[in-house]
């Protein structure tokens, strides 16, 4: 046995710990986890989770990745290709270097998922109602996608002979190849969705009423070419846009001529010249009536024209249209900025004129169907996605808004969202948005400079032998390093950084996806947590003293 | 190259930790094991950066030595703010004598450690600039001309603070302090005084003399480990911003010593026996002025009339330590 301890005298008492001190008390403000919305995530048509999916891409776990990504959409393959990514024009590294390259990720997320056969999960209720949904483009497979996670039993009837809508009889293959928008749509169809071809709807009210169905999704698109009157000359060769993307699509090569003359200035426009192109043509011109900047095509696409030798011709009408030949007026901006005649022609050798004019909806199947109502020749919808008349919804191209893939995907889920309540006799009720996670709460001085991927393009000269696909994909290593420029905006992203700062070790690490904890009993309040936070997740609010 | 910077992943090692580093890249900081050397409950005012370099630089050299560290405190807020009698926020043996004598009392441990043949208990005496630089000079230049086993670590927050502010030999010029007012013709404190210890250190040839601060936790850990490598006399001399002293916002304190670190004003660098090997370099360079600006301590330059004259003295400074250091990638 050891001798007792003698202690000095005054010495009395053994050290005791400053745990027995608790600083909390001196806070005014306390530090609290946000989570803030990301303006990617903001920007993004169908409302995807894109730093939250590209968390998991960051770790390099794809599949978990590509599993919350398509909680929000099913087909990132489809829209890794073709939609024009708003997201990125939103991200915060933008103002840095350049945007964090979203869409190709997302790509190469759904072609991993596609070379790797990953699935949906199989829902595991039935509600046993039925729905319908008329339109197998990206809106109502959407809708179709969701409405079966959810539960429902869904049959989708499409007029014509494939899915895929304006994604097979719009897009060209160089674009979106085809094998690719099948495995997507396949895997819908393997959750059990019922998909009818060749079944056009005549009326959307009797449809529901003979099927039995409980409710009703229209997302028929727009597909009747607008025309422009062009006096045009017997032998004249008038086409359009759709009609031939169509065509191609249905096998049947389009004749257009050595020389093809394409009327527009929209995504549609830019399509066929390239396609023309492709087909043979030694020129493809585009006439547009405005200038270059008031284009609605997207400036990608024009680049990828011009590379492939499309011809343009800015502030220019057609007048007239004769074998062989166009007629052509010069237009001049006036004042306003608005195109005018000036009185000066000019001759176009063309051996077709294909307009691209866009395009409007066949609402045949809507006639007399009391409620339903038509604004400037699409259909009106409420917040709720439904139109006047109870149980029928509607969406994408042929409802007012902006007419791209990921909008009609986006309204296929908000359609599903409110279906799925209104067959349960409920309001759909909108999860409150958090404030935007701005640039200014990023402490960009952790991040790593790093610019962007640039995804490999197939060269000009190889492009017109034939339709394969024009922008190639990002390998695991890029994508890797791509996922890893985002800054995680507003969401933590677990890099310690509020445990290590904190003087006081007040801030708890629960452990790899757990997060942290603020200890209050000893937080004083400093605020360095938050200001060291490179993502902008902690907020600093006032105590109530 | 005390330490490799992971330039990616993120924020490779920027940040305290990094879930897509391998475990054995991370920073002890980051993991859950971490001793928390100077633990909860201390006093030190919010934000205080003496106590997070004191928590960083100990956890560091317990997780070098396996936790057999005894350490020699000298007076000062680091002694108060952590120790009030019954009450101690320390977990590791730990000794308070006076405020000029820790590196002496530190000598003395090491050469109890050797008596009693514990060569694996290390010794660490530490104080702040003040018991450093000034009182504490003399004890310390004989630990490193005897070359005793002790690493020195200086928390350098630029005045004596524990008594409210005053100056010492490592405040700044232009600085005002409760002794050296912001008035005359060059207001604050003077120019062409104070000393740089590190230097001092290196000129004894002892095997390691660095310095760092709070604003980068990689390479204070790697320092340290480097230091707990060695035997003999070394010394680490960490800036450590002081709210209180330096008029700044508590959130402050790390970007603080981030700016003193990208403007030049405080070169950290290594050195090994006597020669500077490595420097820690400028990643984003900024002017002097943001360092000055958010710190009261200094508004008389930002007054109605900016000082210009005496910024561009101290951005003079700052350029020297640049060409002196070469802070600036090549
Ligand atoms: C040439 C071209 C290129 C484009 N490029 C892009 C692009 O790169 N990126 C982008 O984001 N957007 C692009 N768009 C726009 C995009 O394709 C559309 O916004 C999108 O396809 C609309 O989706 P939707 O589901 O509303 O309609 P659609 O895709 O048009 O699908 C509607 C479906 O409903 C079917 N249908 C119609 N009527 C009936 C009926 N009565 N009964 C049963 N079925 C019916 C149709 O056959 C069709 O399959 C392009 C459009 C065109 C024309
Ligand atoms: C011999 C002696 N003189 C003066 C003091 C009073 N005193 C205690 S701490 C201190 C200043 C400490 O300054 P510094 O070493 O820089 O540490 P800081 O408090 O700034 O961290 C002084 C002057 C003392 N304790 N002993
Ligand atoms: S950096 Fe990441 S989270 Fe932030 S906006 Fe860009 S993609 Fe979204
Ligand atoms: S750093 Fe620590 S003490 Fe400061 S606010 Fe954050 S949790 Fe509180
Ligand atoms: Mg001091």
Request: hydrophobic share 40%; charged share 25%; net charge negative.
């Amino acid at each position: 046995m050891d001798k007792p301890m003698v202690k000095p005298f005054a010495i009395t008492l053994d050290p005791g710990s400053s745990l027995a001190n608790h600083t909390g008390s001196w806070r005014t403000v306390r530090p609290v986890y946000v989570h803030r919305l990301p303006p990617c995530n903001n920007g993004c048509p169908a409302g995807e989770d894109i730093q939250g999916w590209l968390f998991h891409a960051e770790s390099g776990d794809y599949e978990k990745a590509w599993h919350v990504l398509t909680e929000n959409n099913p087909f990132p393959a489809i829209v890794g290709r073709v939609c024009y990514h708003p997201c990125e024009s939103a991200c915060n590294r933008g103002q840095i270097d350049e945007p964090v390259s979203i869409h190709a990720v997302e790509r190469f997320l759904g072609d991993e998922a596609i070379k790797r056969q990953w699935a949906f999960p199989r829902p595991a209720q039935r509600s046993g109602k039925r729905v319908l949904i008329v339109g197998a483009g990206p809106s109502g497979l959407s809708a179709a996608y969701h409405l079966a996670r959810l539960g429902h039993e869904v049959e989708i009837h499409e007029a014509g002979p494939m899915a895929g809508g304006m994604l097979r009889f719009g897009i060209p293959k160089y674009r979106l190849p085809r094998d690719i928008l099948d495995a997507e749509v396949a895997r819908i169809l393997d959750m059990g969705v019922r998909l009818h071809l060749n079944r056009k709807v005549d009326n959307a009210l009797a449809a529901k009423q003979e099927g039995g169905f409980d409710a009703v999704f229209l997302a028929i698109g727009a597909h009747i070419a607008k025309r422009a009157y062009i006096p045009a000359g017997a032998a004249a060769r008038v086409l359009d846009a759709v009609s031939v993307l169509h065509d191609m699509e249905a096998g049947e090569r389009p004749l257009l001529g050595r020389r093809v003359v394409v009327y527009g200035g929209g995504n549609s426009a830019i399509d066929v010249a390239r396609t023309a192109r492709r087909l043979g043509a030694d020129e493809a011109i585009i006439v547009y009536r405005r200038t270059r900047d008031a284009m609605p095509a997207h400036p990608s696409e024009v680049h990828e024209a011009e590379d492939e030798g499309v011809l343009f011709r800015w502030l220019s009408t057609i007048t007239q249209a004769d074998e062989g030949a166009l007629t052509i007026e010069k237009m001049a901006l006036d004042e306003a900025g608005k195109p005018q005649p000036t009185g000066e022609f000019e001759t176009l050798e063309a051996d077709s004129l294909v307009l691209a004019l866009g395009q409007d909806v066949d609402l045949g199947l809507l006639d007399k169907i009391q409620g339903i109502e038509i604004e400037g020749g699409v259909v009106k919808v409420g917040e709720n996605m439904m139109t006047g008349c109870a149980g029928i919804f509607a969406g994408g191209d042929m409802v007012p808004s902006e007419r791209t893939v990921t909008v009609g995907i986006g309204h296929g889920k908000k359609a599903a969202r409110h279906i799925h309540a209104w067959l349960n006799g409920e309001l759909y009720q909108k999860p409150p948005t958090p404030p935007i996670a701005t640039l200014d709460r990023i402490n960009r001085w952790y991040y790593s400079d790093a610019p962007k991927t640039v995804q490999p393009e197939l060269d000009a000269e190889r492009r017109l032998d034939g339709f394969e696909e024009v922008v190639h994909g990002l390998n695991a290593d890029n994508a890797l390093f791509e996922a890893r420029r985002c800054l995680s905006c507003g969401n933590c992203f677990e890099c310690d950084n509020c445990y290590g700062v904190c003087p006081d070790n007040a801030i708890k690490k629960l452990g790899p996806g757990q997060g942290f904890e603020i200890d209050y009993d000893f937080c004083k309040g400093c605020g360095l947590c938050a200001a060291e936070c490179p993502c902008g997740a902690i907020d600093m609010v006032p105590e109530d003293i | 190259m005390s330490h490799q910077d992971i330039k990616f992943y993120q924020t490779g090692t920027f940040t305290v930790g990094n879930r897509l580093l391998d475990p054995e890249q991370r920073s002890v900081q980051s993991t859950l094991e971490r001793t928390n050397a100077l633990n909860s409950g201390h006093r030190a005012c919010p934000g205080c950066g003496e106590a997070l370099g004191a928590r960083y630089a100990m956890d560091a050299a317990m997780a070098a030595t396996d936790g057999q560290i005894v350490v020699a405190n000298a007076t000062g807020c680091l002694e108060v703010f952590s120790t009030p009698y019954p009450e101690t926020a320390w977990q590791v043996p730990w000794v308070h004598s006076l405020f000029g004598n820790a590196a002496a009392v530190g000598a003395g441990l090491a050469a109890a450690m050797r008596v009693k043949g514990k060569s694996d208990v290390r010794v660490i005496a530490q104080g702040g600039d003040g018991s450093t630089a000034d009182i504490g000079f003399g004890p310390l230049s004989g630990m490193f001309e005897r070359n005793d086993d002790v690493l020195f670590i200086c928390y350098d927050n630029q005045g004596y603070m524990n008594t409210g502010v005053q100056r010492s030999s490592a405040t700044p010029p232009a600085a005002r302090t409760a002794t050296t007012p912001a008035v005359g013709p060059h207001p604050g404190h003077q120019r062409g005084m104070g000393k740089f210890v590190p230097e001092i250190a290196m000129a004894h040839h002892i095997p390691y003399v660095a310095t760092a601060t709070v604003a980068d936790l990689r390479d204070i850990e790697a320092k340290v480990t480097a230091a707990m490598s060695l035997r003999g006399a070394r010394y680490i001399h960490i800036l450590v911003p002081c709210p209180l002293g330096w008029g700044s916002a508590s959130h402050d304190t790390v970007r603080l010593a981030r700016m003193a670190r990208e403007s030049g004003l405080f070169p950290v660098f290594e050195a090994r026996d006597g020669e500077v090997t490595d420097s820690l370099k400028i990643r984003h360079q900024v002017p002097v002025e943001a360092f000055l600006k958010p710190q009261k301590r200094f508004a008389h330059l930002f007054g109605k009339q900016r000082d210009e004259e005496a910024i561009a003295y101290l951005q003079a400074r700052a350029d020297r330590n640049i060409r002196k250091y070469h802070l600036l990638e090549a």
